[in-house]
T-cell receptor
Framework: NAGVTQTPKFQVLKTGQSMTLQCAQD?????MYWYRQDPGMGLRLIYY???????DKGEVPNGYNVSRLNKREFSLRLESAAPSQTSVYFC????????????FGDGTRLSIL | RKEVEQDPGPFNVPEGATVAFNCTYS??????FFWYRQDCRKEPKLLMS???SGNEDGRFTAQLNRASQYISLLIRDSKLSDSATYLC????????????FGRGTSLIVHP
């Protein structure tokens, strides 16, 4: 039972490098999300995709882009990484109804030097 | 005012104790409520949904108070393994159902 799979699990980048974080879910969920989590800040929504073919900005979208490749996959791209983007990134998915909880991947730990 | 607020703690309790956390939310139109558990350096995992009439799952009881706009989580007979951060999540309708997370309450259960 894979659930939500994120790759890579760890990554170190230099400032200015680009990178794509991958996320795939096998639960046939319509909605997918990208969060970042920093100490003392809780989970902050970067982008979400309510359904295949749509994407919308969350609370902290600057410096990121996303692609909903198909129903299963939702990628997050850093075009020019900055030290402020050092964080733990979580992908999540859910059914497209308010009473359905989210399921999370186990995270990508990203350090930008 | 943040949409979802939690006391960050830490709550430091002995094994066997009963402990309760509250979470307040600001939007009266909020529709769905959840408690998640997050272990250090791990992903959040659903602990339980919160229903209007309150609900129980083993040692865990969740309550919703719509009039005062808060939800609560009660843990009875605390175990060492209950040590974690507990996240409150509130979903408010409006085009897309976007969950809002509280910053979490840290619980430490000691022998």
């Amino acid at each position: 039972n894979a659930g939500v799979t994120q790759t890579p699990k760890f990554q170190v980048l230099k400032t200015g490098q680009s990178m794509t974080l991958q996320c795939a879910q096998d639960m046939n969920h319509n909605s997918m999300y990208w969060y970042r989590q920093d100490p003392g800040m809780g989970l902050r929504l970067i982008y979400y995709s309510a359904s295949e073919g749509t994407t919308d900005k969350g609370e902290v979208p600057n410096g990121y882009n996303v692609s909903r490749l198909n129903k299963r996959e939702f990628s997050l791209r850093l075009e020019s990484a900055a030290p402020s983007q050092t964080s733990v990134y979580f992908c999540a998915s859910s059914e497209q109804h308010s009473n359905q909880p989210q399921h999370f991947g186990d995270g990508t730990r990203l350090s930008i030097l | 005012r943040k949409e979802v607020e939690q006391d960050p703690g830490p709550f430091n309790v002995p094994e066997g104790a009963t402990v309760a956390f509250n979470c307040t939310y600001s939007n009266s139109a909020s529709q769905s409520f959840f408690w998640y558990r997050q272990d250090c350096r791990k992903e959040p995992k659903l602990l339980m949904s919160v229903y209007s009439s309150g609900n129980e799952d083993g040692r865990f009881t969740a309550q919703l108070n719509r009039a005062s706009q808060y939800i609560s989580l009660l843990i009875r007979d605390s175990k060492l393994s209950d040590s974690a951060t507990y996240l409150c999540v509130v979903t408010t309708p409006g085009g897309s159902y976007i969950p809002t997370f509280g910053r979490g309450t840290s619980l430490i259960v000691h022998p």
